[in-house]
């Protein structure tokens, strides 16, 4: 039990309702080696060659610039691979994935952890009593007000759009009748340099009861749980579970949320995270970021990584967004 004097009285607090953060460990980078549709998985094993092919001088790379490293350490590097089990299922886990590793593995490239898409959206099989990921981000969302804003936006939570600025003025009444002569006004970037990239991102579709949630969206929740700052009232998420390689399941809710193929694997959550991936998701990157750049994250889960990382003497960026950096190789 805890006490705390308050205006003369004294007020007992049950120390057990303040959870505790779990901690999680850490790599120096998590590093994905691509995300694809289930379109480009149907395309076959030559797609898949190709993919890794693209992305193999680039995994070089990104293990090149994370060091050197305090005291001549060797540099902590997971890699990790999303498929999108969300949006569509044209097939299994058991006919889907082998290949796939394959596939790496005749480039020379090993993927240390596999995630399910639809985790970021849905509430953990093996933690039904939680919250969905997606819904839970959703309420750590502290929109940024444009100078001069009035309040007439609706707040995110109803609109399900999310903007990096001041969005172009909505008059109720045409320029003919108007009499202030109101004239158009274009939207502007909060904190542009010189011009503006102006950019309006849409969370989710359909009603409230039956979401889906935007691919801009489940992304940013997937670079959080990489960064290892999601917590659910103090318990860490998506945690990895071990799995054989050589068997995998005909469903693909039989598959855990996040599985841990290399039991010699780096830690899944790391410092910083790098994405290697086809140019088209440059968009959807994007609006990853001025998402980040608005999600509230528990001062408890930063404070650990401060303090971790500080101790190995390593440059961690203070902002969340900053912790991202990607890859657009051309032709992939």
Request: charged share 20%; aromatic share 8%.
């Amino acid at each position: 039990m805890g006490a705390a004097v308050n205006g003369g009285r004294t007020v007992f607090r049950e120390t057990s309702a303040q959870p505790r953060t779990e901690s999680v460990p850490f790599s120096h980078l998590s590093l994905e080696l691509g995300h694809l549709y289930m379109e480009d998985f149907i395309e076959g094993p030559e797609r898949l060659r190709r993919h890794f092919a693209a992305v193999r001088p680039w995994v070089e790379a990104a293990r090149t610039g994370v060091g050197p490293l305090p005291a001549g350490g060797r540099p902590r590097i997971s890699t990790c691979f999303l498929i999108d089990d969300y949006f569509s299922r044209l097939s299994t886990p058991a006919e889907l994935i082998p290949p796939l590793l394959r596939a790496a593995a005749d480039t020379g490239l090993t993927i240390d952890y596999l995630a399910r898409e639809s985790a970021c959206a849905t509430t953990d099989p093996a933690h039904r009593d939680r919250a969905a990921l997606a819904e839970s981000v959703l309420h750590r969302l502290v929109e940024s007000p444009p100078p001069g804003s009035s309040g007439f936006r609706p707040p995110v939570s109803r609109t399900g759009w999310l903007t990096n600025g001041r969005r172009t003025p909505t008059h109720r009444t045409s320029a003919a009748l108007d009499p202030t002569g109101a004239a158009w006004e274009p939207p502007s970037e909060t904190g542009a340099r010189g011009h503006s990239v102006f950019m309006d991102v849409e969370l989710w579709s359909g009603p409230e009861e039956e979401r889906t949630w935007s691919c801009a969206f489940l992304a940013s929740v997937w670079q959080l749980v990489r960064l290892g700052l999601l917590r659910d009232n103090g318990a860490a998420v998506l945690t990895p579970r071990d799995w054989d390689p050589k068997e995998f399941p005909a469903q693909w809710d039989a598959l855990p949320a996040v599985v841990r193929l290399n039991p010699l694997a780096a830690p899944f959550t790391a410092y910083a995270t790098c994405s290697i991936l086809p140019a088209r998701f440059l968009p959807v990157e994007h609006a990853v970021r001025v998402i980040l750049d608005q999600v509230h994250v528990e001062p408890e889960a930063l404070r650990q990584i401060t303090d971790r990382s500080a101790r190995e003497g390593v440059t961690v960026p203070t902002g969340v967004v900053d912790r991202t950096s990607y890859v657009f190789p051309p032709g992939l």
